[in-house]
């Protein structure tokens, strides 16, 4: 019996049977983990996790306020602009902190914050 081959737009949409695409973000210490879409922002995702993100701008890298630590999955993510190094500089932020608002989710991560 040959097998059952899957139907083009089978379920209402062409695209039913491509494996759909998410990332799972975990959240240290609380263990929180969520899957996201890709682009999803760092700042997003914690939100979405129930986990609290210190802000004063509206998530364009000024305050730099929103700083996490990505503790596994984080090679090969972009690198920090100079922006975000500025806006770090200028707020006294640890130099090993990136902005969530900055860094769109592509992979799975692990990361904390220092005030969670
Ligand atoms: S929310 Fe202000 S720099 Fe990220």
């Known amino acids: 019996m040959a097998a059952k081959q899957p139907k ?12 759909r695409v998410q990332h799972r973000i975990r959240f240290l210490p609380s ?6 879409a890709p682009g999803t922002t760092l ?21 730099a306020r929103c700083g996490m630590r990505i503790l596994q999955g984080g090679e090969g993510l972009d690198a920090e602009s100079p922006a ?3 806006a770090k500089a200028r707020n006294r932020v640890d130099e090993n902190l990136r902005l969530s608002c900055l860094i ?7 990361v904390t914050a220092p005030y969670w």
Do not use: F, K, N, S
């Open 43 to 63: 700042l997003d995702a914690a939100r979405e996790a129930g986990l609290p993100v210190a802000q004063t701008c509206t998530g364009e890298g000024v305050c």
């Open 8 to 19: 083009a737009g089978a379920g209402g949409g062409g695209l039913a049977y491509l494996p």
């Open 104 to 110: 769109l989710t592509d992979r799975d991560l692990t």
């Open 84 to 86: 975000e190094t500025r």
């Open 31 to 36: 263990e929180r983990t969520i899957e996201v």
